[in-house]
Each structure stands twice: as C-alpha cells, then as structure tokens.
C-alpha cells in the first residue's frame, strides 16, 4: 500500500503498525479536504469545529466504553437500547424528585443493565456478542413500553444546564464531558494494573487465567463499565434534546464500533487505544458535518460515509494477521 | 533439615464425565530436586498439572504443599501458595510487552492512583534476564516478535521469578530446536540451584534422563512406577511407557 509505504520511510512512524496512526492521518486528510472544498460554507469557523465535539460527545463516550470492552474481546451490542432506557429512567424520576436523582437513577439503569449482560457472559459462559444481540432487542422493547412510545420532557435548568447547553468559563459543557472522559479513560486504560489485565484477556483469557487474572470478573466488569457509558451518553442526549425518547442511540451502536475499531481497536481483543477512539469518533461526526455542509442527500451521506469508513477498516486492519 | 517434601499428592483421583484421566496417583517431590513425569500421549501427565496448578479440580485423593493440604479452585490460589507453572502453550499474551507479561497480575504501581510503574518493571525485568542468561532484543520487545526458544526462556524466567515453592513444566522445550533446548534446559538445571521443587513433563527421555532425579512413568491415567533416574535405564522406562513389562 502506497501510504504505508510511504511512512515506513519516516523513521520513527516507519517503527509504528498502521493501525496505530491510520487514524490520525486519515482524520488530517479529511479535514484538509473539507477545510478546502466547503471554505465558504463555514466549515472551518470555531462554531461549527466547537458544534463537531459537541454533537459527537455521546459517541465518544460510548466509543471509550467500547475500547474497554473490544479490549478484552467481548462486544456489546446493547449499548444504543441502553442510551434510551437511562434516559427515560432519568427523566421520569426527575419529573418526580431531583434532578439529582435522576441522574443517579438513570446511572444505575446503565449498570444494570451491564450487570445482566455481564453476569450472563462471565458467569453463565455465553458469547457476548449472543448475548448483547439478545438484550439489544430487549431493551430496546423495554424503552418503547416504559411510556407507550411517548416522550418525557426535562426542564430542569441545573441538570439540561450540566449535561447539554451550559458551559464553565465560556467552554461548553459537553467538550468538557469529553476532555474528562477522555483523561479518564486514557489513564485507566493505558496507566493502571485494570487496564493492562483488561488488555491481557483479549490477548489471551488461557494466559491472563494461568497469570491469576479473574478473567470472569473482568468480564463482568468491562461489560458494566461499557453500559454506564452509554448511560451517560444518556444523559447527555438528554441535556441536549431536553427530553427522552425511545429512540435516542438508536442508530449510534455501528458509529460507536466503527470509531474505536478505525481509532485501533482489535475487534478480537488484546490491542487498543483511548485516544485513537476519540479521534475516531471526532472523524465520524466530522464526516456527518461536512457531508451535510456539502449539501448532499441523507442517500448520498450514508454511501460516502460507509465508503470511508470501509477504507479506513482496510489500511486499520490490513496487518499482520494474529499468529496462532 | 526439613524433610518434608514440597509437593506430595496422595490418591489423586480425577474423570471428565465417563472418561477417567487420572488414576490413583500417589507422588512427591522434594526442594533442590526434578521430577520427570513421563508417558505416552494420553497418559495424564498434563492433566495432573493442571490439578496441580488449581485449573482442574481431582474427584478424590490429597494434595499437599510442604505438609499443609490445600485445595486449589483457581490457579492464582496455588500462586498464592508460591507455585508456578510454564504451560505448554506458554500462556503469554503475545500482543504485550515482555515485562508486562512477566508482571501480568502482579503489576507494580506507584503514587496514590495506582500508576503502572512501567520503568520499575523494566528494569527488573532485564535483571532478570540476566541472571538467567535469556537474551531478548528488549524487556519492551512485544512476545510475537521474538523466537520459540526466547517465548520459552521468558515463561520459565517468568515461573522463577514468582515461584517459591514449585515451579511445574509442561513440555517445556516441545517448540524447540537443538540449541534453544539446551539453553533452556541450563535455565531449569539452575532451577534447583534456587532450591525450589520441580515437576516436569517431557516426551523426550534423553531430556528426561539429563535433567530429573527421579522419574514418574503413567499409562492410560495409571502410575506404573517412580523410578530414581540414576538407578535405572532408558529400556526400562521404555517398557514402563509402553507396557511391555507391568511392575508396581
């Protein structure tokens, strides 16, 4: 391949693996071709750049949730039925008690849920990827009939102002629910004992067994914190739109994978990162923002985008192959 | 001195559904000593591993470490208890780093967050590498990149490094050419130097004759005999192996 090629001839680049940095050249790529063809539709202003983060908060997020999970070689298809079930859960408690509560409410729907998940891929020994599918379907039933289909408002200043609109010294507050989960994320993942156990799994459960890892409740626990993940994004679609819905995250769970598989994230485990997740996320929405700015038709959105996403997914993983 | 054998299994006893694996096997093995379980495939020789290290559980018999009986449901428990094992498969996680593989499930951290302590484990590690004369292009180096020989070096420096009591070896130079081998088994004969109990099962007699003190012959999940290996010959384990001659 010519681009790969091409960077093995820079000597520090040349040593990484492609998957590590198709990512970052390819989010250059496009955004040098957007910053030239829609110069005039404004695609370069701070509100438009500022608006890519901020509608893209929830993804990433879920994208980071998904690395840990990807990581240890499980795969949760639950999360968009999750992201509606905590916002309903939350909003409806909110309409009766506190805010506060509500959040808290909506939090632990995002747990339980990932608890059930969890319990039946660690403890019951099913395959997460049968599981998930199952619960997808599930939940998403759940969310329709926990209000026949209806939605339920939130105006509650404090809350829609912490999760959606508001901002802390003139930064929004969704690009700060970003940086923070990012630091997070990247410091878990990357910088503690539970991340490197998490990686360790995916690599190979027989030797993280045999090194004394839990291997069940490591299961257990990515599968919990990956559904909390999509319970906050919950709650941030729910700042934002200032009202739950059944199908919020409904179209988001193929963005999510796509954004932490084309970050660098093995979908068989064992390799990953934070940061490439949520330069994968910010690619996805770049493209939605610049595809949209071009003025093209939802039909002809869908087509490039699922073109682009297909080229990254081809230089990503066209490496070598896992000897086993 | 204590004379107390560091490993002594009594009457292990252990079936997959209708499919008896182990048969009533009795055996011990002391510090500073190698015992060599060998048999034909099928035997058992793994599966009393396994038992061993916690992965299986038996149906009957003892096991005990240095005089305390203990019953192992999980391989970090017989850890706990100062044993190690090097799989045949090596159960290295090949995407990860040296260092980190020889740390996995006892990484050190530092500070109040529980920070990895990467350059900590560096180091040790290339101490350890060392003193065990196992020469890999880098502590950092990720496994899939290095040779049979060196995977191997890195599972058992990995077994010595954490072992107290006993270090179990399932095959542990099967992947291996001439001169990988040798090196390798340097590295186990230096073992006993350390004092520590070894068990070990390999399909090569040469290498069980070069290496053990005693040997432990299985058939179909039966003991045939503990032999001291320098009371005995190659034809006699042989026909222990293969059952041309039954002695008890």
């Known amino acids: ?324 | 001195m204590n004379t107390t054998p560091a490993l002594s299994l009594r009457n292990i006893h252990k079936s997959f559904g209708g499919i008896v694996a182990v048969e009533d096997l009795s055996l011990e093995v002391n510090r500073g000593e190698i015992v060599a379980l060998v048999g034909d495939n099928g035997a058992g020789k793994s599966t009393i591993v396994k038992i061993i290290a916690g992965m299986h559980q038996p149906n009957s018999g003892e096991i005990r470490l240095a005089g305390e009986l203990v019953h192992f449901i999980d391989p970090s428990q017989s850890q706990a208890k100062g044993v190690q094992v090097v799989y045949q498969d090596l159960a290295l996680a090949e995407s990860q780093p040296v260092y980190m593989n020889l740390f996995l499930g006892r990484e050190k951290t530092k500070g109040w967050f529980g920070k990895l302590d990467r350059a900590g484990m560096i180091a040790e590690t290339e101490v350890l590498m060392r003193e065990l004369e196992v020469r890999v292009p880098s502590a950092k180096s990720t496994v899939r990149k290095l040779s049979g020989g060196q995977r191997q070096a890195i599972a058992i420096a990995r077994a010595t490094h954490w072992a107290t009591n006993l270090v179990l070896m399932d095959e542990p130079t099967a992947a291996l050419g001439i001169t990988e081998t040798s090196k390798v088994e340097d590295v186990i004969t230096g073992l006993k130097a350390r004092n520590l109990a070894i068990l070990i099962v390999s399909h090569s007699l040469d290498q069980v004759f070069r290496l053990s003190d005693h040997i432990c012959v299985l058939r179909r999940g039966k003991q045939i005999g503990v032999r001291q290996t320098n009371q005995t010959d190659k034809n006699e384990i042989v026909s222990m192996i293969t059952g041309l001659k039954e002695t008890a």
């Open chain 1, 1 to 324: 391949m010519a681009l790969r090629s091409l960077f093995r001839r820079i000597p520090a680049v040349g040593q990484l693996e492609p998957s590590t940095y198709v990512v970052y050249v390819g989010f250059l790529l496009i955004f040098a071709a957007f910053a030239i063809l829609l110069r005039d539709e404004g695609f370069l202003s701070a509100s438009n750049l500022l608006n890519i983060v901020q509608e893209t908060t929830p993804v990433t997020i879920m994208a980071i949730g998904m690395v840990f999970v990807l990581s240890a070689g499980e795969i949760d298809l639950s999360i968009g039925s999750v992201v509606a079930i905590a916002a309903l859960v939350a909003a409806l408690v909110m309409r009766a008690h506190s805010w506060a509560l509500g959040v808290a409410a909506g939090l632990g729907a995002g747990v339980m849920a990932g608890l059930i998940n969890g319990a039946l891929v660690a403890y019951a020994r099913l395959p997460s990827f049968l599981v998930t599918l199952a619960t997808m379907g599930l939940l998403a039933g759940v969310a329709r009939w926990m209000t026949n289909l209806q939605s339920v408002p939130v105006t509650d200043a404090t809350f829609t102002a912490l999760f959606g609109s508001g901002s802390l010294f003139g930064i929004p507050s969704l690009v700060i629910w970003t940086a923070l989960a990012i630091f997070l994320g990247h410091y878990v993942y990357r910088e503690t004992p539970f991340g490197a156990r998490v990686l360790a799994t995916g690599d190979s459960p027989h030797a993280a067994r045999a090194a004394g890892i839990e291997v069940d409740r490591l299961r257990l626990t990515v599968l919990i914190l990956g559904s909390t993940c999509a319970a906050v994004a919950g709650l941030l679609y729910l700042g934002r739109i200032q009202g739950a819905r059944y199908t919020l995250g409904e179209t988001d769970l193929l963005t999510v994978i796509a954004a932490a598989v084309v970050g660098g994230t093995r979908l068989d485990g064992g390799t990953g990162t934070v940061l490439g997740a949520l330069v994968g996320s910010l690619l996805m929405g770049m493209l939605n923002n610049g595809l949209i700015l071009m003025g093209l038709a939802v039909s002809e959105q869908m087509i490039v985008r699922g073109f682009i996403i297909l080229v990254a997914i081809v230089l990503t993983l066209r490496e070598p192959r896992r000897s086993s």
